[in-house]
């Protein structure tokens, strides 16, 4: 006989080869956050060129950072049928193909799709395997992993950013395009570090399920053989109807749509999507912004890599915090605090006067982006547990998308209207403070909620009146089962019946 344990998915070993993952996810999550902004350098060049406005040149990060987190749901089926670590292979190929495709293009247009489309797309299957592996290899060190991985996002950016700048000055945004392209294709090294766990173990869980599967099959299908003619045309009907349904099934095992009835989900999600409205956009044009008063190429992109560096040491640190026995239990306000210290940042931008104010404002900026991304993703697991956390992952990133696809252009609307940045800064800053404030009166409400409905639900357990009385109306009912006569022959033979088909259903 098999082993007792042969169809068991082990658990996470929150070590071991765990950590060669978060290394691996520490590279394509980099890549993934990072290259919308980093590229953010050569859009002075870029506009310049082909003579396009700051909200136009502004759609190129904004379509990458909208396609990203709108192929979430693609990436998330993908991982699901295939695994992590063939999608994010794939993911890194369409990047260094985008890229070099885009070294080659002749206007904007075509900017949009090799950079925006298909180098977003290949961002999006980078990034949500990487997170999902990483809930299946960590549990109780699950903040501290996620904490280490999103801190490839300030490194690349700290790296990305001179490097770009270096790039421009030597070979031109062309061929600065076609070297980024190769360098891209180390997200596939990543990938490859993606090891399956528990791959041994799965087929013998899936022949179990199916074999289980086939055995209620047949014991239903007798049970019905046994029923009356009336209650056999039931049951057809019943099956040809479970036959339509089989599209819808066979979608919600890859994405679980009734998430959309959980409501810490729903909180989170509404949260999130007011939020990416002013998240990205300061990035974006925080180096355009300081070539515009007058800071030199390469002062402005180190303002990016002042905040790459900072917040390089806010993500673990922050991971450390929310993993502690004070927070954890709480993350979800930290998270709201952390918007809103987010939005508040951008508020006081426009108070920062020459270069020294912009590197004050880098640092606390870089606090902040470092504290929101490191909780990001944890903070939904917390809400939704890990066997729901892909389905919630895809959903949550294609619902954010919109935002995240007219913020910079909005931000690059407001430039080119008032001819100031500082107006761009203040709808960001404020949306965020919006969204923060939102995030904690709801927190506040669903964690006094959920408390409540616990405390309820022990109550009436241990309640032995309510026990004895479910005993009793149970006794009752087998009483007059027992004393029914000849006469009600008939409706014991329905509610029989009644009965094998809830069970079978």
Not at 23 to 46: L, N, T, V
Not at 83 to 109: E, K, N
Not at 450 to 473: H, L, M, Q
Request: hydrophobic share 45%.
């Amino acid at each position: 006989p098999p082993p007792a344990n042969a169809g068991r998915v082990p658990g996470p070993p929150d070590g071991g080869w765990g950590w060669v993952v978060v290394f691996g996810a520490f590279i394509s999550i980099g890549f993934a956050y990072a290259f919308p902004k980093g590229i953010a350098i050569f859009f002075k060049e870029i506009q310049d060129f082909f003579g396009t406005s700051y909200s136009e040149i502004a759609w190129v990060s904004s379509i990458m950072l909208a396609t990203t987190y709108g192929a979430g749901p693609i990436s998330s089926i993908l991982v699901n049928r295939y695994g992590s670590r063939p999608v994010v292979i794939l993911g890194g190929l369409l990047c260094g193909i985008g890229m070099v495709s885009a070294a080659f293009c002749t206007s904007i247009l075509q900017l949009y799709i090799c950079v925006g489309f298909i180098t977003g797309f290949g961002l999006a299957l980078n990034l949500q395997p990487s997170v999902i592996i990483i809930g299946k290899y960590f549990l109780k060190r699950r903040p501290i992993a996620n904490g280490l991985a999103m801190a490839g996002s300030p490194v690349m950016l700290c790296t990305l950013a001179p490097l770009n700048q270096f790039l421009f000055d030597n070979f031109g945004w062309r061929g600065s395009f076609l070297i980024l392209g190769a360098i891209l294709l180390n997200c596939c090294v990543a990938g490859a570090l993606f090891r399956p766990i528990g791959a041994a173990t799965a087929p013998v869980k899936t022949q179990a399920t199916e074999e289980g599967k086939d055995a209620l099959k047949e014991e239903v299908t007798k049970d019905a053989m046994e029923m009356s003619s009336p209650m056999n045309i039931t049951m057809e009907t019943k099956t040809e109807e479970e036959g339509g349904k089989g599209c819808c099934e066979k979608v919600n095992q890859y994405l679980d749509f009734s998430l959309f009835k959980h409501r810490g989900f729903l909180i989170y999600l509404i949260g999130n999507v007011l939020m990416f409205l002013g998240f990205f956009a300061p990035i974006v044009f925080l180096a355009p912004y300081a070539k515009h008063i007058g800071i030199d190429e390469y002062s402005a992109a180190f303002l990016l890599s002042i905040l790459a560096i900072v917040d390089m040491i806010a993500r673990p640190t922050t991971g450390i915090i929310a993993n502690s026995k004070w927070v954890r239990p709480r993350i979800q306000y930290f998270f709201s605090f952390s918007i809103a210290f987010n939005g508040a940042c951008h508020l006081l931008c426009p108070l920062a006067s020459g270069y020294t104010g912009l590197v004050v404002y880098s640092i606390f900026f870089g606090l902040a982006f470092g504290m929101v991304c490191a909780m990001l993703f944890e903070t939904l697991m917390d809400l939704v547990g890990a066997a729901r956390f892909t389905s919630a992952v895809g959903l949550v990133t294609i619902a954010e998308c919109c935002t995240i696809l007219l913020g910079p252009p909005i931000g690059g609307t407001l430039i080119d209207t008032f001819g100031d940045y500082k107006y761009m800064f203040i709808k960001c800053g404020a949306v965020m403070v919006l969204a923060g404030t939102f995030l904690f009166i709801m927190n506040y409400y669903n964690y006094h909620t959920v408390a409540k409905e616990e405390k309820e639900r022990k109550a009436k357990e241990e309640d032995p009146k309510s026990v004895r009385t479910e005993n009793e109306g149970r006794n009752n009912w087998n009483k007059e089962t027992a004393q029914d006569g000849p006469e009600l022959e008939p409706l014991k033979e329905e509610r029989e019946g009644l009965k094998k088909e809830v069970n079978g259903t």
